[in-house]
């Protein structure tokens, strides 16, 4: 079965760190770039960050950029979130995504997985 | 940062009739659009990409056009299922972003 499922959210103290996981089946993972996807429950989608098939290349929404580091190993399936200095405005639904297309260009998505929540709060 | 802008926000539409969605972007993104349908509980689904590819498995009633800065979605005959959150997003430059979403609800 072709799925995505994150684990490693929960409540967490503003400056703590917290990692995500993602756990990846049913396709060949290291054709496809990856991306994070969050939600504030009841809100809109927001882009977090995206990593190439090689990991060569990384991106990061401005409000994450130099505290959330995006990795994948591609021998395990799997896509990771490392998450440090968390404040209270990364409370959110936190989804890996998979990339619609083989071509590094076209970053749609295509396959989300159920979510994980990352609740931020003293 | 490209902003996306849909509206309405809320779209009222009886069963079997026509919805008409609409996004936009703040400056060209060419034809690098996708949209998505979210129902409560439950994960975004990739609907439309290239502005007007109807993803795998999706009814064609759903449909997709425009260009540029401007876009559309067509929901003909709208189903009990229809009913939910539409987005659209721009990946023709990062950050990527995302409209605001419209929902279509029941009349």
């Known amino acids: 079965e072709v799925q995505l499922v994150e684990s490693g959210g929960g409540l967490v103290q503003p400056g703590r760190s917290l990692r995500l996981s993602c756990a990846a089946s049913?396709?060949?993972?290291?054709?496809?770039?990856m991306h994070w996807v969050r939600q504030v429950p009841g809100k809109g989608l927001e882009w977090v960050s995206t990593?190439?098939?090689?990991?060569?290349?990384?991106g990061y929404a401005d409000s994450v950029k130099g505290r959330f580091t995006i990795s994948r190993d591609n021998a395990k399936n799997s896509l990771y979130l490392q998450m440090n200095s968390l404040r209270d405005e990364d409370t959110a639904l936190y989804y890996c995504?998979?990339?619609?297309?083989?071509?590094?260009?076209?970053?749609?998505?295509?396959?989300w997985g159920r979510g994980t929540l990352v609740t931020v709060s003293s | 940062e490209i902003v996306m802008t849909q509206s309405p926000a809320t779209l009222s539409v009886s069963p079997g009739q026509r919805a008409t969605l609409s996004c936009r972007a703040s400056?060209?993104?060419?034809?690098?659009l996708a949209w998505y349908q979210q129902k409560p509980g439950q994960a975004p689904r990739l609907l439309i990409y290239?502005?007007?590819t109807r993803a795998t498995g999706i009814s064609a009633r759903f449909s997709g056009s425009g260009s540029g800065t401007e876009f559309t979605l067509t929901i003909s005959s709208l189903q009990s299922e229809d009913f939910a959150v539409y987005y659209c997003?721009?990946?023709?430059?990062?950050?990527?972003?995302f409209g605001g979403g419209t929902k279509v609800e029941i009349k």
């Open positions: 400056q060209s993104v060419g034809t690098y």
């Open positions: 290239g502005a007007s």
């Open positions: 990593i190439s098939w090689n990991s060569g290349t990384k």
């Open positions: 049913g396709f060949t993972f290291d054709d496809y770039a």
């Open positions: 995504v998979k990339d619609g297309s083989r071509t590094w260009r076209d970053w749609y998505f295509d396959l």
């Open positions: 997003q721009q990946y023709d430059s990062w950050p990527l972003t």
